[in-house]
Antibody
Framework: EVQLVESGGGLVQPGGSLRLSCEASGFTLSSYSMTWVRQAPGKGLEWVATIDEDGSEIHYVDSVKGRFTISRDNAKNSHYLQMNSLRAEDTSIYYC????????????WGQGTLVTVSS | DIQMTQSPSTLSASVGERVTITCRASQSISRWLAWYQQKPGKAPKPLIYKASTLESGVPSRFSGSGSGTEFTLTISSLQPDDFATYYCQQYSDYPRTFGQGTKVEIK
């Protein structure tokens, strides 16, 4: 069964850091680009970042550039989102997702992990 | 950035009704469009990619059409399990962007 499980969310003060992890199972991680999408409480979906199969191509939404870093470790079947200089507006559920091999949409999602930025 | 605009924002419908949701892109995205269904407290569920291709396991009452800047998601006969929020997403260019969502409510 294809599965993605996020971890690492929690409560953090403004200016703080968190590292989210996404562990994949049921498929070969190295064959897929991987993505993070977030959803603020009661709001819509926002694409955050995508990393290609070997980590050579990375894209971010402007609002997180210079603060967030997406990475992956195919040997550990995992990818990550390092979040620094967190702001209140980063408060969201963060979903990790697998990109479709035939396109760039997300065809498999984790259950999400909540990040709350508050003092 | 490519802006995605969905209409309506909320839709009230009865079981058995045919439902159509529209998604417009601010510039041409060819057919690089996906649709997702989300229920409260759950992750989005992929429904359609490349504008009209159903994901595996998605019921055939769902269909997608369109190209360029105008797209539609149609549910041919609304079922109780279909009451949810639906999002379109373009993946023609970065940043990938979502529509604001359409909530399908029980009439």
């Amino acid at each position: 069964e294809v599965q993605l499980v996020e971890s690492g969310g929690g409560l953090v003060q403004p200016g703080g850091s968190l590292r989210l992890s996404c562990e994949a199972s049921g498929f070969t991680l190295s064959s897929y680009s991987m993505t993070w999408v977030r959803q603020a409480p009661g709001k819509g979906l926002e694409w955050v970042a995508t990393i290609d199969e070997d980590g050579s191509e990375i894209h971010y939404v402007d609002s997180v550039k210079g603060r967030f870093t997406i990475s992956r470790d195919n040997a550990k079947n995992s990818h990550y989102l390092q979040m620094n200089s967190l702001r209140a507006e980063d408060t969201s559920i963060y979903y990790c997702a697998r990109d479709h091999q035939l396109g760039g949409n997300e065809d498999c999602w984790g259950q999400g992990t909540l990040v709350t930025v508050s003092s | 950035d490519i802006q995605m605009t969905q209409s309506p924002s909320t839709l009230s419908a009865s079981v058995g009704e045919r439902v159509t949701i529209t998604c417009r892109a601010s510039q041409s995205i060819s057919r690089w469009l996906a649709w997702y269904q989300q229920k409260p407290g759950k992750a989005p569920k992929p429904l359609i990619y490349k504008a009209s291709t159903l994901e595996s396991g998605v019921p055939s009452r769902f269909s997608g059409s369109g190209s360029g800047t105008e797209f539609t998601l149609t549910i041919s006969s609304l079922q109780p399990d279909d009451f949810a929020t639906y999002y379109c997403q373009q993946y023609s260019d970065y940043p990938r962007t979502f529509g604001q969502g359409t909530k399908v409510e029980i009439k």
